[in-house]
């Protein structure tokens, strides 16, 4: 594989945050963003943010600790994991999703199945198994499910699916808000302690690359995700993630093998990320909040109502 490198941009004035970032201010042009109208989306761009820059782009079903969550059988320091760790993965993978489906379905809340979309997920899931150990039915990541783990994805449940977003200053909320929950009100941030927003232009990699079946785009329906349509959402997955070494599952070195397929590309990857100094989230939010950005309008439910209350006070008044 040659050798591409991702562009990575240091910001510590709060200035500098907006003039990139802002669509209203036309910056983006020097991310290729250009004159196209904000309101028709991305022309080509999508956004991520992340509270850690230091984290690669690894959706949550990979991370250690986090099926054991949902799954009481599952533990990936146990020998039993250890010996199959990417088929015990997957079956995991799926059975979280299954425990909330079934919750959902158990208490009459919405899990966008009909009736036979989702008797045909349970058959999927009793299959599992026995298509894991097929060789003659190799696993395939069921794309047709896509709105039902969008869903899940966007109450906490862990899926392969990463969450982006064609508003940039919607990738800087989540990465400001989630460092201010997880880090300012426990006490445990650190003085050289960075957020990341992410910038992937998304039809550049798929036009001009010659591997067309590993990461993928979801799209769900805006109608039937209230927390999509406010935030402008989109995902995307690598379907063949299970088969990688834990060392591969970054969807940056997968976007680095797509690119180094194509002869003719050069220079930098159609990804670049700016690390932001998290000294300045607090004003960040001031900002955003100014905006009109808030938790409970990206999602919008009581909880996040009063975690608004909070974050609020602790922003305008605590200065």
């Known amino acids: 594989m040659r050798n591409f490198t991702m562009n990575i941009y240091k910001i510590s004035k709060i200035n500098t945050i907006f003039e990139v970032l802002s669509p209203i201010k036309g910056r983006l042009r020097f991310f290729g963003y250009y004159e196209k109208p904000y309101i028709e989306g991305y022309n080509g761009w999508i956004y991520r943010g992340q509270r850690e820059n230091n984290w690669g782009l690894i959706p949550k079903a990979f991370r250690n600790g986090e099926l054991s969550k949902f799954v009481n059988w599952y533990n990936e320091d146990e020998k039993f994991t250890q010996n199959n760790p990417q088929p015990n993965r997957i079956v995991a993978e799926f059975a979280s999703m299954r425990y909330f489906i079934e919750t959902c379905n158990k208490h009459g809340l919405e899990d966008n199945l009909n009736f036979e979309m989702r008797r045909k997920f349970i058959k999927f899931i009793e299959n599992i198994n026995s298509n894991i150990k097929s060789k003659k039915n190799k696993f395939l990541y069921p794309l047709h499910f896509s709105e039902m783990f969008s869903l899940a994805q966007h109450h906490r449940i862990p899926t392969r699916l990463l969450d982006w ?123 955003l909040y100014n905006y009109g950005y808030s938790l409970t309008k990206l999602m919008p439910i009581h909880d996040n109502a009063a975690k608004d209350v909070v974050l609020f006070k602790d922003i305008f008044y605590k200065m």
């Open 165 to 287: 977003s064609y508003h940039p200053l919607t990738a800087l909320f989540f990465a400001a808000y989630n460092y201010y929950e997880e880090k300012i009100l426990t006490k445990t941030g650190l003085e050289k302690d960075e957020i990341s927003v992410f910038g992937l232009k998304i039809d550049d990699l798929f036009e001009h690359s010659q591997i067309k079946d590993e990461i993928k785009t979801i799209k769900p329906s805006y109608s039937k995700n209230i927390y999509l349509r406010n935030q402008a959402g989109l995902f995307t997955v690598d379907i063949k993630q299970h088969l990688k070494p834990i060392t591969e599952i970054d969807q940056i070195k997968t976007i680095k093998k797509m690119w180094s397929s194509q002869p003719y590309n050069t220079g930098r990857l159609p990804l670049w990320r700016l690390d932001i100094k998290a000294k300045l989230v607090p004003e960040i939010l001031r900002n």
